[in-house]
């Protein structure tokens, strides 16, 4: 069954691919993250298996869990708020921090980072879509930060992610994609280093891709509905 589901994403992001209007400066590529959260580990081992590369986890001790009873291997992203009192174990644990969402938290992470001599590759999670409840920097935050980033050494920003609102239609999550696109562009002209726009979920990453995401993090649509009931 995974295996029919990710054939039929890796075919849905090709054709999002080819429906865009125009060359995008994210590239010819998307980058398929698998979120994983509330599934046992055993489905880790089986997307990696079938040649997924990322895996998506927002919860450290979750992905602590799942990592210590698994072989080795796949490159793993944190995509859910993190605490600064998690951010010790974050950074030995994930490749990829998607979910940066205040100075406070790099500075910690930066912190922790030159602990173990790590160069820590994060994104910034931008608020677009302005729901209450979720996490991100607002827009004048963001401006502010980007004068910052130097003074993080151990830091190494990769771009932006960007949650789309819950909507009925998935028409309406277009131009908080865009608006991200656009805020992507910006920072490449700022910044060497930026190839990462992690935008769209099961729901919306076809809309988000034509509109320039290089990154999607599906969970629902490969693993089916995840069971809230699993503990770790
Ligand atoms: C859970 C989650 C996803 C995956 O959601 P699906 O709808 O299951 O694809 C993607 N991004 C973030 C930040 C999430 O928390």
């Known amino acids: ?65 799942k990592k210590d009873v698994l072989p080795v291997g796949g490159k793993w992203h944190l995509i859910g708020h993190l605490q600064t009192n998690k951010v010790r174990q974050a950074v030995a644990l994930f490749d990829l921090i998607e979910s940066v969402d205040s100075e406070r938290l790099l500075a910690v992470i930066n912190e922790e980072a030159a602990r173990i001599g790590k160069v820590q590759d994060v994104l910034l999670q931008l608020n677009i879509a302005k729901e209450e409840q979720k996490t991100g920097f607002s827009r004048e935050e963001y401006l502010d ?16 992610m960007v949650i789309a609102q819950a909507c009925t239609d998935v028409e309406e999550t277009r131009p908080v994609f865009a608006a991200g696109y656009r805020c992507f562009c910006r920072l490449k002209e700022e910044r060497v280093g930026i190839d990462c726009l992690s935008m769209g979920m099961s729901n919306d990453y076809t809309v988000a891709i034509e509109e320039g995401a290089n990154m999607v993090r599906v969970g629902t649509a490969l693993f089916g509905q995840r069971d809230y009931g699993l503990k770790f």
């Open 145 to 160: 930060i980007l004068t910052k980033l130097d003074d993080y050494k151990n830091i190494n920003v990769r771009g932006l």
């Open 1 to 65: 069954m995974l295996a029919d589901n990710l054939q039929v994403v890796k075919e849905k992001i090709e054709v999002s691919l080819r429906n865009r209007k125009e060359a995008k400066q994210t590239g010819n590529y998307v980058t398929l993250v698998a979120v994983t959260k509330n599934h046992a580990p055993e489905v880790i081992t089986e997307a990696l298996s079938l040649g997924v590369e990322c895996i998506g986890e927002n919860r450290v001790q979750e992905a602590k869990h």
